[in-house]
């Protein structure tokens, strides 16, 4: 977060605010501890230990400026004879493949055993094969060398040093001689130990190199580029994306030197990224033991390696790329087979019937039942909408208030998460999802409404699982708080695949992990021209972050959608991977009163229906590879510097380029990477690389761009996704005819099939 976090006695003032760590690590009453040097290392089994030096801060005055400094400090513990002075303390490097390393500093000389508690974050135990990597030792110091990368360990200062395959250097740990006066003093590489608990934190801190970009973090709507922010990885609702807060923080970020990190924690973790001083990345991480998996490559390289560690979705089910139409709230079955009956009616391609807050007795209140008093016949109307093309998808969340019928039972079987008394830190009972007896209890609740013929659950909230608490596996919030998502998320998708045997949630919170069950969407988006800008860099991070789905409220959520507005950002919400109309109403385009908009409404939905065969075989290949469907252009063309500048177009998928229009205007200003031409999919105009300002004369009030020489297959649009004809794919080639061959995943194939042309 970038900015003051406003605090009381060093505590956040409000619940929801995010944890800002670096404020440990500039506190008088800790003791600091300073890697220094190499004491051991065992090339064969990549152990070693490291010596830290330690220190305190002292305030120092210099005229009419006050600071302070870290100083040499001579331990005081009783018995002197028991405490080391300067601990020395193991670390380890495992090569996990030719591109990743994995690197563990510990703070105590107690180390977890790797198989202590199951990884919620990892997609299973890391399978290492270090075939690829040669150790060598030269002296003190140590290197680790494969085709990608290399890591020096240095003996004297400590230090770790990544270079890539060729030998050049990306970054370093900063030591102490990397400050180049008294004046300015970057604190290097340590961890403290917390003068009011004794616990220990640590912070590795990486330089930056002169115009380095770092991207990731999850999903923020700041600046791609996050040098020069500081970021607290600390899963919040921040009531709207537009902050630095974030529904879905992701504790992994890349370089456009060539490298990445994972920091395999759950504690919150603040990464300060240039905002204090501009060539260090400090990562202030709440845990205290750094376990870190590092790779090496372009963006396409450790995006691939990163969610072949911490997971790729399996392929969401056909009809949830379709249309979702929705608001908050449709509260009776009279309205949403109304909903059905006029999206038929007005030929507008649907595939999902939402009913968020309002399906059961009193809103908000989730009791997993349809209120009999509004819903004559849930099963039939599910039923009946179903043969029409339509799944029904419904909200609820994980918290319960006093009130809900529930409460009670959760309490007295303990199902619910509790604080260090045994009772309830809330006045709401969370659900505990260490506990399998929760996870059991809830999955029942959803596995009637699957069986039922539901089609997805909504997996609102999940943001405020208490930090002041005791898991039933025996953790606190501090570790539990991040990946309480995660755990959500899984309890959820298993059961919709136990049932229905499909992988498909609709969920807003998220850590890594949660990327393995889609999908996600971008939360509480404003209705405003600003909020439509947040969304798309938001959704864009989050694809950097390893998240192949994504979607959002199309029109924002907050108020009614101007129709002006409405208009703009409909193609940039048929072109992302799952399109939901959804927020304050109207959403439903006839009630703008207006036949030409429900015209142009429709137009938009045909469009991706038509695009349905590139759409879903973009889809599978992400599943594949890990990288996202709602695309930063740097992903694509990493070797044009332009594209790694452009935060405000996207690709949708590897061939099709969008530029959104922010601002009620004829025309934009487009940045085209590459080396070929792109051709306007709506009028046919050719444009050659370079910066363009392109008008948006199509039907639809969007610039979408086809790269020169591409072959996308399309179809009749349907009224649903069962309905598409897929026998009949008219292959389009855009520009020059040079591809011989298309490619092609359809329902029922298992994988993508070239075809010639």
């Not at 939402?354 to 509004?374: A, I, K, L, M």
């Not at 998808?393 to 008394?421: D, T």
């Not at 059961?495 to 807003?508: D, L, M, S």
Request: charged residues 25%.
């Amino acid at each position: 977060m970038s900015g003051e976090t406003k605090t009381n006695a060093g505590s956040a003032y409000l619940l929801s605010q995010t944890k800002d760590m670096s404020r440990d690590f500039s506190d008088l009453s800790n003791t600091y501890f300073f890697a220094d040097s190499l004491v051991s290392f065992n090339t064969a089994d990549g152990t070693g230990v490291v010596e830290w030096k330690r220190q305190q801060l002292m305030p120092r005055q210099a005229f009419n400026a006050n600071t302070y400094l870290h100083q040499p400090l001579k331990s005081l513990d009783f018995p002197d004879t028991a405490y080391p002075q300067d601990p020395q303390l193991k670390f380890t490097v495992v090569p996990v493949n030719d591109r990743t390393l994995r690197i563990r500093v510990y703070t105590s000389p107690v180390t977890p055993k790797e198989n202590d508690y199951e990884s919620v974050m990892l997609a299973g135990q890391p399978q290492y094969d270090g075939s690829a990597w040669t150790v060598s030792r030269d002296g003190d110091d140590i290197y680790y060398k494969s085709p990608y990368g290399e890591l020096e360990i240095e003996g004297y200062p400590w230090r770790l040093i990544l270079r890539d395959g060729s030998g050049k250097e990306l970054t370093h740990t900063r030591v102490w001689s990397d400050n180049d006066s008294t004046q300015v003093k970057v604190a290097p590489f340590s961890f403290i130990k917390r003068g009011s608990d004794n616990s220990r934190s640590i912070n590795p801190v990486w330089s930056l190199a002169p115009g380095e970009r770092v991207y990731g973090f999850g999903e923020s709507a700041t600046p791609l580029n996050k040098t020069g922010q500081q970021l607290n990885l600390f899963v919040t609702d921040p009531q709207g994306p537009e902050t630095p807060d974030m529904y879905k923080p992701v504790p992994f970020f890349f370089s456009d030197r060539g490298y990445g990190m994972f920091m395999h924690t759950s504690a919150p973790v603040t990464a300060d990224v240039g905002r204090s001083y501009i060539g260090a990345n400090k990562l202030f991480m709440a845990d205290e033991m750094m376990d870190l998996f590092v790779f090496f490559g372009s963006p396409k390289d450790i995006l691939g390696a990163y969610t072949a560690l911490s997971g790729r979705p399996e392929m969401p089910p056909l009809w949830s790329f379709g249309t979702w139409m929705s608001r908050i709230s449709y509260f009776t079955e009279d309205e949403g087979r109304e909903v059905a009956r006029k999206l038929r009616a007005n030929k507008i391609p649907s595939d999902v019937i939402h009913f968020d807050t309002g399906w059961f007795d009193v809103d908000w209140q989730c009791d997993y039942e349809f209120s009999p008093e509004r819903f004559r016949n849930p099963a039939k109307m599910i039923s009946d909408l179903k043969k029409d093309g339509f799944h029904i998808s419904l909200w609820q969340l994980p918290y319960f208030v006093p009130g809900n019928k529930y409460f009670p039972e959760l309490v007295e079987k303990g199902l619910a998460v509790k604080n260090g008394n045994g009772t309830l830190p809330y006045e709401d009972a969370v659900l505990d999802f260490t506990n399998p007896a929760t996870v059991e209890w809830y999955q029942d609740k959803l596995g009637k409404l699957l069986a039922m013929g539901v089609g997805a659950i909504k997996v609102d909230f999940g943001e405020a699982a208490p930090i002041e608490a005791v898991y039933n596996n025996g953790r606190t919030g501090w570790y539990e708080h991040n990946i309480y998502p995660v755990r959500y998320n899984k309890a959820v998708a298993d059961v919709t695949r136990k049932v229905n045997g499909e992988n498909i949630i609709w969920a807003r919170s998220a850590w890594s992990g949660s990327q393995r069950y889609p999908l996600h969407w971008g939360g509480d988006a404003a209705s405003t021209d600003t909020g439509m800008e947040g969304t798309v860099r938001s959704g864009l991070s989050l694809g950097l972050s390893g998240f192949s789905f994504w979607s959002h409220d199309i029109g924002g959520f907050v108020t009614s959608t101007p129709e002006e507005l409405y208009r703009r950002w409909l193609p940039m919400g048929f072109l992302t991977s799952h399109s939901r109309a959804h927020g304050a109403p109207p959403t439903e385009p006839w009630l703008y009163d207006n036949k030409e908009f429900t015209d142009y409404f429709r137009k938009c939905a045909e469009l991706k229906y038509s695009l349905m065969p590139y759409i879903y075989t973009e889809a599978k290949e992400c599943t594949e590879t890990g990288l996202p469907m709602f695309r930063a252009l740097l992903v694509e063309f990493p070797d044009d510097r332009g594209a790694w500048s452009v935060e405000d177009q996207y690709m949708f998928g590897s061939q099709i380029m969008v530029a959104p229009l922010f601002e009620n205007v004829g025309s934009r200003d487009v940045y085209l990477p590459g080396g070929n031409n792109w051709i306007d999919y709506q009028t046919g105009k050719s444009y050659a690389p370079g910066w363009h300002d392109i008008k948006a004369d199509g039907e639809l009030r969007c610039i979408i761009l086809v790269r020169d020489g591409a072959v996308i297959p399309h179809v009749a649009p349907a009224q649903s996704t069962d309905r598409i004809d897929w026998d009949n794919i008219e292959w389009k080639q855009y520009g020059t005819p040079s591809v011989k061959k298309g490619k092609i995943f359809k329902p029922g194939m298992s994988e993508i099939s070239i075809v010639d042309l």
